[in-house]
Nanobody, 124 residues
Framework: QVQLVESGGGLVQAGGSLRLSCAAS????????MGWFRQAPGKEREFVSA????????AHADSVKGRFTISRDNAKSTVYLQMNSLKPEDTAVYYC?????????????????WGQGTQVTVSS
């Protein structure tokens, strides 16, 4: 059974940092591009960051570029999202996603597996 389990969310003050983790099991992790989406209350689901099979290619939404960094450890079947300089507008549920493709589908329409999400709340 495929599982994506997020952790690391929580409450942080604006300007602070959090590191999200997504541990995958039941899939050939190294043959999936991985990424993060987020959804805030009353807002549409938004692409955040993505990373290719071996970690050599990354992509970030303009809203987080320069502040967030995605990485992966294939030996641990885990993808990370380092979030720095957090802003209140970053408050959302963050979802880990797996896409059996070299090119992550940032629209979220061709995602193979989703995690349950982890709440990130940034106070002003």
């Amino acid at each position: 059974q495929v599982q994506l389990v997020e952790s690391g969310g929580g409450l942080v003050q604006a300007g602070g940092s959090l590191r999200l983790s997504c541990a995958a099991s039941g899939l050939a992790f190294g043959r999936y591009s991985m990424g993060w989406f987020r959804q805030a209350p009353g807002k549409e689901r938004e692409f955040v960051s993505a990373i290719g099979w071996s970690g050599g290619r990354t992509a970030h939404a303009d809203s987080v570029k320069g502040r967030f960094t995605i990485s992966r450890d294939n030996a641990k079947s885990t993808v990370y999202l380092q979030m720095n300089s957090l802003k209140p507008e970053d408050t959302a549920v963050y979802y880990c996603a797996a896409d059996r493709s070299l090119f992550f589908h940032t629209a979220g329409d061709q995602i193979d597996y989703w995690g349950q999400g982890t709440q990130v709340t940034v106070s002003s």
